[in-house]
């Protein structure tokens, strides 16, 4: 039974530059979850996908913009990239019949130069 | 609003002795309350949740107790070993979404 998996596991990008993160949910979810993890602070919630909409978002600007694909699989899209931006982001699936339930992927550590 | 304020921020105890973290949510219609384990470098991982319509829940070494008026939650961990270390974060579900509103951790340092 596959995890959370996300894709790339570290990324370097300068100011200005554009990046796109990618997450494939556990087996049997539906749902995708997208997070901000500072360093040293919790998750923060960035906005969720269920059947290829977005559902709800949290305070993040439209620079941030995600998609979901028929797998359930997704990407979490950051433009105009700020050093601001540098954090894990973190990807959490959960299923309609166990909504509150998220696991968490691995994260992507993203630094902004 | 939406916030969960999580104490102590970091809780040093020796190997064997209890420990307890506490948070309390702003939102009364949130109904789950999950705890986040998360070491160095790694994912947070799920360790136990409760609902609202539960007042204690217990999972070997784990409990959680909630209290719903004061909307109180805490983590009990007993028999503390080492390997509990890490980053302990509380979230509590937001009005029937599934999105979570995390704390800001309590960092456990358990000494052998």
């Known amino acids: 039974d596959a995890g959370v998996t996300q894709s790339p596991t570290h990324l370097i990008k300068t100011r200005g530059q554009q990046v796109t993160l990618r997450c494939s949910p556990k087996?049997?979810?539906?749902?995708v979850s997208w997070y901000q993890q500072a360093l040293g602070q919790g998750p923060q919630f960035i906005f969720q996908?269920?059947?290829?909409?977005?559902?709800q978002r949290g305070n993040f600007p439209d620079r941030f913009s995600g998609h979901q694909f028929p797998n359930y699989s997704s990407e979490l899209n950051v433009n105009a990239l700020l050093l601001g931006d540098s954090a894990l982001y973190l990807c959490?699936?959960?299923?309609?019949?166990?909504?509150?339930?998220?696991?968490f992927g691995p994260g992507t550590r993203l630094t902004v130069t | 609003g939406e916030n969960v304020e999580q104490h102590p921020s970091t809780l040093s105890v020796q190997e064997g002795d209890s420990a307890v973290i506490k948070c309390t949510y702003s939102d009364s219609a949130s109904n789950y309350f999950p705890w986040y384990k998360q070491e160095l470098g790694k994912r947070p991982q799920l360790i136990i949740d409760i609902r609202s319509n539960v007042g204690e829940k217990k999972d070997q070494r784990i409990a959680v107790t909630l209290n719903k008026t004061a909307k109180h939650f805490s983590l009990h961990i007993t028999e503390t070993q080492p390997e509990d270390s890490a980053v302990y974060f509380c979230a509590a579900s937001i009005r029937g979404f599934q999105k979570l509103v995390f704390g800001t951790g309590t960092r456990l340092l358990v000494s052998p």
């Open positions: 087996s049997g979810h539906d749902t």
């Open positions: 996908y269920y059947e290829e909409e977005e559902r």
């Open positions: 959490a699936s959960s299923s309609l019949s166990q909504p509150y339930e998220q696991y």
